[in-house]
């Protein structure tokens, strides 16, 4: 029986992905790679995060969108996990919003970070 727990996410960029965690100086590796967990299972994953406590976290396409992979039974994290994601996933909005407003031809002008921790972006573009 598998200990590994799929959280499901709303993270469907990789790229975006891999600039939130670091962004948060969270230290990944490149997969596809292995996720270890309890007793030596493993589990397949597109980006991994290494504990110290060789128990990993991962992040693994669905086909939909990038799931988080743990096995929670060895959670090593300061934040709970609905934090590390809830900062994981701002971030990954982030960078998500400046990716695609920089295709459409726009460019932030301002930035602000709210008391409340979210992010103010004002863009702007220009027309000939």
Known sequence: ?????NIKTKI???DSLKAALSDLDIDWKNGPGIV???QEQTVKADV???QDNNYDVGFSWNGK??????DLQYWQNP???????RQ???RYAYHTV???????GFAITEQEKNQDGSIRLVVQRWSA
């Open 88 to 90: 994981v996933t701002q």
């Open 79 to 85: 934040l709970t996990v609905e934090g590390f994601l």
């Open 36 to 38: 270890r967990g309890y």
């Open 12 to 14: 469907r960029n990789l």
């Open 65 to 70: 969108e990038y799931e988080l992979v743990a």
């Open 1 to 5: 029986m598998s200990h590994f727990s």
């Open 98 to 104: 400046v990716n695609e407003t920089a295709n459409q």
């Open 48 to 50: 991994i995060v290494e």
